[in-house]
């Protein structure tokens, strides 16, 4: 990630031209808008993401809250200079997952007898993509990725987007308010004393109620003059709600992006998990070669015993007295699992063998044999599936399922040409299975 801002001329100064000044100061580069708008954000998330109210039209709330939570973000992290033009590529993949979210795709009745629009995969697969890509887009925006672009390390990244960054920053949105627009050093303000304020009104408002309570007892005209003010307001239980839950939910995204700002150095250093990986080749080569040949030879048995039905679901030929249901649906995920088993197996070899795979013939050669298998097996988990779609139809498990043969072998032919050329692909399949998800959200 980020060198140590220590020396104004540093070389990385291009790529992040934050001073070398305290977290505070470091703060004050998030706009005090961005901070307070946070919370009104947090609040029409709950109103275009998960409410229904009469007055809102059918479609199109979800797109709209997505548009506006990316001028919000971008607006609040322009202290931070893009990195690449990778995040307008995520952020595209976000807004067309939102318009696809908002297609009219029928209605429902809840059991309220509210009119709610059907949105495709209802099961909430593109609520998930949404938000992940979302939270991704902040550390590739900001350049917090550990290779600053989608690579390797992809695992780490999600972890530091998902958990770490906002957890380290969730004193932060205090922080920015308690300061406004005053220098932290100008301030009077202590955050400490502002949090033992704010919890001490608080604890003292019971006490104030009782009080009150009682005077309204002791004197007929107070007490009814308070009721009437009470009665003036009408209490919204609902909005309150969905208040505190989008202060919760917009706190995280701030935690999350206060950090990408505040941050100095990374939480994870590439190089470093690199150079400590390598102390783990322990493996003979011999030892890896015949692991790759018992496997290698495994699958050349099944493919073996497949026969002719080894893609004859393409042709719609079933073998024996099996229905096409039974048939198309006998070890598909069977056959998606040992595909993946395939991908651990290759990638523990590449941390474990005492030599690189690019520096060893044999491994090379074993290798993408392994990769040519784990292709006719997921061609093979293709063809059942695809006999099941024509028979019976599209679903979302079976869409979804489909997608996923398709990134299997997509990891597949990559991992392959990566070992051709010797450059890492997996940034691009991330990319490709990224924009491959994004017409699911359509059908």
Sequence with gaps: MDAPMTNPTDANQETNPIPAIDVKQRLSLIPLWATIVSYIVGFLWTTCMVAKYDWMPDHGMITLFTVIFFFWAEMAMKSIPRVGKESWFWMACAIAIAIGMDIPHGTYVDGKDDIWPVSPMLDGWNYLALHGIAIYWILCRSGRLIDK???????????????????????????????????PKSSALNLRNVTLTLVSILLTLPVLAIVIHLLGKADNTFGNLIGSILASFEFDTETLIRFIYGVFVSGFVFSLMSS?????????????????????RILPIASSAIIYGIFISVYLLFFGVQGSHLIGA??????????????????????????TINFGLIAANSILSKVQMRKNGVLRTMTMMLLIENILLAITAASKLILYIE???????RLLSFWAVLVLTCGCILSIIAIYDNKSHFSKWIWFSAATFVPLCYF
């Design 391 to 397: 028979r019976f139809g599209f679903t979302t498990n």
């Design 149 to 183: 672009k989608t690579g390797s390390m992809f695992i780490l990244d999600v972890l530091t987007g998902t958990v770490i960054a906002p957890l380290r920053g969730i004193p932060n949105r205090i922080r920015r308010i308690v300061y406004g627009f005053k220098a």
């Design 260 to 280: 990408c700002v505040v941050w100095e150095n990374p939480v994870f250093s590439g190089e470093k998990i690199r150079n400590a990986l390598e102390s783990f």
């Design 314 to 339: 393409f042709l719609a030929e079933i073998p024996g007295d099996l229905t096409a249901a039974e048939y198309a649906r006998s070890g598909f995920f069977e056959l998606c699992i040992v595909t």
